[in-house]
């Protein structure tokens, strides 16, 4: 809408038109620190497979006070919401994830003005002036399905879980094995009790927990990448949520969520079954229970390592010694005795991956663990009263 103007100089009448209408700033202004913080844990969160994947972008959005972000790999779903400091108008728009990351990383630790105008995103700081296209964004029906309010919440304190996690994640296979199942963390709960369980098929890791909700069974394969970004980028308080479905008739974990304070991860459970494990924590016939302190075999262990994968361990009743089973340096051995003091009658021999018993030793704070063995070549249980642990044996 415009109005008439006139003005009157040297008796000359100049007559224009002025615009009634306010130009439509839409910019907000936000904490440097704290969208920094927010890209840092979506890093992991973008499809990086195929830049031209809509995936491969970040979608931001203004609601109310809130900057929202949000973004997917197919796997995990990530939506972070920040403070707004200052805004005029809305926001909405996507842009490519590296670029926004990389120039927000390059600003001062200061508020960053962040405005669309024209197709473009502009971020100012003092003088500082960055522009970047925006770009399309094709994922904001799934994230229009995914809304922890409307899913099952969990009675597991964020604490333990976070604890638990971090003692078993280490017994996970990595991404490349052909068993997908083994590539996260089993959550189970049932009959009140609530487990989780982690294995490369070389070590099991097996944790239990009490559970005082009442609940329909729960089976759950949370993948490893969750589990690690969790650990990497989740504190002590936050939430866990299920979705529910029915798949070939048989209901399953769509989706399994983590919501803290302004963070919610939606992370879609690995679709397969888990091997039967149970057998291997059963006690066994003949078994030797060595009841000792850790804290000595650690540092054995570690010094071993430096030369050798695998050590022999030899349990006496007056001593633990250690020797090289395999050598990484050819014509290198080594031994270490350590003193001690057994209930035995008679010496036990094994053999085991310097890495794996480090690891496992290294999961537990508790320093007094009993070693169960059988025989020879079968697998060496590990209690260590708040996680239990099976290592396969090394052959001697």
């Known amino acids: 809408m415009f109005h008439l103007i006139h003005v009157t100089t040297n008796k000359t009448t100049l007559i224009y038109y002025e615009s009634t209408r306010k130009i439509k700033m839409n910019a907000t202004t936000i904490d440097k620190e704290s969208l920094d913080k927010a890209l840092s844990s979506m890093q992991n969160v973008i499809y990086r497979k195929n830049k031209n994947d809509l995936a491969s972008n970040v979608f931001i959005e203004t609601i109310e006070d809130k900057f929202i972000l949000k973004s997917t790999d197919y796997e995990m779903s990530i939506r972070i919401s920040l403070k707004i400091k200052e805004k005029q108008g809305e926001l909405k728009s996507a842009i490519d994830f590296s670029l926004f990351s990389n120039i927000i990383k390059a600003l001062n630790d200061d508020n960053v003005i962040i405005e669309l105008k024209d197709n473009y995103i502009n971020f100012k700081q003092g003088k500082s002036r960055f522009k970047m296209p925006v770009m399309e964004y094709g994922n904001e029906q799934l994230f229009a399905t995914l809304d922890y309010n409307k899913m099952e919440k969990l009675n597991i304190d964020s604490n333990p879980f976070l604890s638990a996690s971090k003692k078993a994640v280490h017994a996970c296979s990595e991404k490349e ?9 089993l959550l189970e709960i049932k009959n009140n009790e609530m487990n989780l369980v982690a294995t490369d098929t070389k070590r099991l890791a097996y944790i239990k927990q009490k559970y005082e909700q009442e609940t329909k069974d729960i089976y759950c394969l949370i993948p490893k990448k969750a589990i690690n970004h969790i650990l990497k980028h989740f504190s002590e308080n936050f939430d866990i949520y299920l979705q529910r479905g029915i798949y070939n008739n048989e209901e399953l974990i ?3 969520a983590f919501v803290s304070e302004n963070t919610e991860l939606y992370v879609k459970p690995i679709n397969a079954k888990y091997p039967s494990f149970e057998f291997l924590l059963k006690p066994r016939e003949n078994e030797h229970k060595l009841s000792l ?25 007056e001593f633990i010694k250690l020797e090289t089973l ?27 991956s310097n890495r794996h018993l480090i690891e496992c030793l290294s999961a537990s704070s508790n320093e007094n663990i009993e070693i169960n063995i059988a025989t020879l070549d079968t697998p060496i249980l590990i209690d260590m009263g708040d996680i239990k642990e099976v290592i396969m044996p090394q052959i001697v």
């Open 177 to 185: 094995i052909i068993n997908i199942a083994l590539q996260g963390i």
């Open 326 to 352: 395999d050598s990484d340096v050819e014509q290198i051995n080594a031994s270490i005795e350590i003193p001690c003091n057994l209930d035995l009658n008679e010496d036990i021999t094994i053999g085991v």
């Open 254 to 256: 769509e989706y399994i």
């Open 293 to 317: 302190n850790k804290i000595e075999l650690m540092k054995a262990l570690i010094k071993m390592n430096v030369t050798n994968r695998n050590s022999k361990i030899t349990f006496n009743k």
